[in-house]
């Protein structure tokens, strides 16, 4: 551990454990880590962190590690102007955060770099994460990078590039008759057999830590100054949990430049929404979804273990947790890659969709700056592209090939 952590906190009851230990969770639900704010303040500034090298190491007095990370070079990812699209929908300004450039083409990286680099200090040797997607694959391509041996569980349906890259990356991937949650069953039922460390979303405390550098990137790119509303697709809630526990932090060290957070929108499919519904229903805890089904494989988790952290962040923002229509998703995709030229995900396309209605609604002001998250590369989601290219044969009629 750095020496700015001083311990490890229960999410649900505020119960301290100790930092320094393998931990993973307490009465079931998530920890926080902890630090000495007065500390990094005194250690480091704004211009420190500037100076280093642009990628989500540079923020390391706000992050658990002390040793060397397991690292495929997590850059800093760009954060793209979208006029077109904004335009489209009705804005002025509308940015597009784009977390596919990240290794394994996906925000999943940032997560999996920090739990496996912090089991590695710890000593862990065998890992083990169910997934619905990315983040298996990025579990796999880390472990295989620190040298330790991964499994990985995904729902039989899981989209084949996710499918392949964990086996690519050496883990033992396994295909399951189920959802995620049963994946995680598998996971959580055979960690005494297997001698495997549970690497599940919010399972272990340190995942969120490496999300939580999104957040802190984002208000490194606007100049310490956040934006109006951010649109975060939500399935597990590690991204968004962990933005709003980095403007937190950032602003108890007196960091931003303006007062005030962003409003947080967590985005869901109307074909798995979870959260959506307990908001709706001004609930704290979330029952699971019947029969979850959406494209945007990375948010069909019909129950998150850190669902009232995901909701107390939302409400604690002003914010609100939404649904877009299942059928619509892809044309939202298809209109954000071909107006802006970003290969913008499932998930994203969902935001895109929930912004739609917010802009219409009169949610959202065409002067707010609103910033989406892009959590991973549309190419990794070929079942969700549907798209039949006609055939020409030569001599070609050109005049036909006009639009």
Known sequence: MTAFVTHLEAAIDGTVLPAGTVQTTHGGRPLWVRYDLDRVRAAVDRRTWRRRPPDMWRYRELLPL??????????????????????????????IKDESRLPTGSFKARGMAMAVSMAQELGLERLAAPTAGNAGGALAAYAARAGMEAWVFMPADTPMVNRYEAALYGAHAYLVDGLINDCGAIVREGADAMGWFDMSTLKEPYRIEGKKTMGLELADQLDWRLPAV???PTGGGTGLIGMWKAFAELEALGWLEEPGKPRL??????????????FAAGERFAEPAPDPQTVASGIRVPVAVGDFMILDAVRESGGAALTAEEGRIGEWMHLANALEGIALCPEAAVCVGVLESLVRDGVVDPGEQVVIFNTGAAQKYVEAISVELPTVTPPVDYATLLP
Do not use: F, K, W
Not at 76 to 92: I, K
Not at 265 to 278: F, H, R, V
């Open 265 to 278: 929108i967590s985005c869901q499919s109307d074909g798995c929404a979870p959260i959506a519904t307990a």
């Open 230 to 232: 951010i649109l975060y």
């Open 66 to 95: 002390s040793g060397h990370p397991v690292s495929l070079g997590e850059t800093m990812t760009p954060l793209l102007q979208a006029p077109r699209l904004a335009a489209h929908l009705g804005l002025r300004n509308l940015l």
